[in-house]
């Protein structure tokens, strides 16, 4: 268990409706990342967090999408007016950056949306 | 931005033998190269990794090789596990600015046949 860990795991809604999910990070870990995987890719970036700065987001990422990690620990993400598109697989990561390493990014379990 | 192709997209093997799968980049400033295994229904683990400043990494049946040159990478798995089945996911990095320079390549479906 790497310590990622998100909420809910699976999510069931009607397009049109908003949906909420949560990440929080392995504790010092500085860095938190949200993707997107659909069946038979990889993990695709959305956005990512520097503590509590959102520093950058992903062409990809409509205005429906909102990210949040309002005290630099956990994260959400919210996606507004939920399209059959968005069905896919929602990925967390965290990492530290630390000066002199790499960063890792370590991964939670997801959770999977489906949009009726 | 950088681009990461991966092959073959699935791959078969006798277990025992060994498997290779190859990933390019296109970004010359890449200097990070992680290798995932994600298993069905469950999250991305990270299985090795190297850096721009090595050739050659190993661990247990496991290695990596980087051809910095020809900008390429592969993963190399020996003695080959039923448990070995999983997807793998190469990704490259230009380093700590990470965001959209963190990229995966599409996945390669490894199956070890017993």
């Known amino acids: 268990d790497t310590g990622v860990s998100q909420d809910p795991r699976h999510k069931i809604t009607k397009r049109g409706q908003n949906v909420t999910f949560r990440c929080d990070p392995i504790?010092?870990?500085?860095?938190l990342y949200w993707y997107r995987q659909t069946l038979g890719q990889g993990p695709e970036f959305l956005t990512y967090f520097q503590n509590e700065a959102q520093l950058e987001k992903s062409r990809l990422l409509s205005d429906r999408f909102s990210a949040e990690r309002p005290k630099g620990s956990f994260s959400t993400l919210e996606i507004q007016r939920t399209e059959q598109g968005d069905s896919a697989m929602y990925l967390c990561?965290?990492?530290?950056?630390?000066?002199?390493?790499?960063?890792?990014?370590?991964f939670g379990p997801g959770t999977r949306l489906l949009v009726l | 931005g950088e681009n990461v192709e991966q092959h073959p997209s699935t791959l078969s093997v006798q277990e025992g033998d060994s498997a290779v799968i190859k990933c390019t980049y296109s970004d010359s400033a890449s200097n990070y190269f992680p290798w995932y295994k994600q298993e069905l229904g469950k999250r991305p683990q990270l299985i090795i990794d190297?850096?721009?400043?090595?050739g050659e990494k190993k661990d247990q049946r496991i290695a990596v090789t980087l051809n910095k040159t020809a900008k390429h990478f592969s993963l190399h798995i020996t003695e080959t596990q039923p448990e070995d089945s999983a997807v793998y996911f190469c990704a490259a990095s230009n380093g700590p600015s990470g965001g959209q320079n963190f990229v995966f390549g599409p996945g390669t479906r490894l199956s070890v046949l017993p």
């Open positions: 504790s010092e870990h500085n860095r």
């Open positions: 990561a965290s990492s530290l950056l630390a000066l002199g390493s790499q960063e890792t990014q370590y």
């Open positions: 190297i850096r721009s400043n090595v």
